[in-house]
């Protein structure tokens, strides 16, 4: 499970889509796509974009979020959101 | 359901947490807090301090994405996603 993550970050949201079909067309059945903070509607968007455009028969069959704490340049912790997408070829 | 739904825009995050928390201090079990484009990760940062802080015992049990189309001030017709995080408390 862990090869077929792709972590979304702040590259145009066509880099993930074109990374989620790659997966898919090498033979994997599922994705997970994992972003945090507010890469995480850039990770909402490429999933909507392969299931409704690139890859018909696939689907979201999971979402999770979640928080954890990272420590800035200054060495204080603050809490980032995590969002964890995964999208699923029907067979 | 609809009496419920908090929509997620441009406002600080407390915001809407507060939005939240009056919702199930009002006696409200469950809160559908709802987001579109850039605001999604807003909304999933507003449902983990809900959750992690000001509500203990409530939890995330439902997220689902979609996309709308919408019409921008030129006419043109454009894809935004939209996030629902649907929020319940355990009685």
Redesign the interface.
Known sequence: MENNTIFVGSKPVMNYVLAVVTQFNEGSNSVLLRAR?????RA??A??IVR?RFVPDSD?TD?????EEIENYNHEKT?V?I?E?LIEKSE
């Open positions: 903070g507010k890469a995480i509607s909402v968007d999933a909507e409704n979201v979402i999770q979020i979640s928080t809490n959101s969002i997408i």
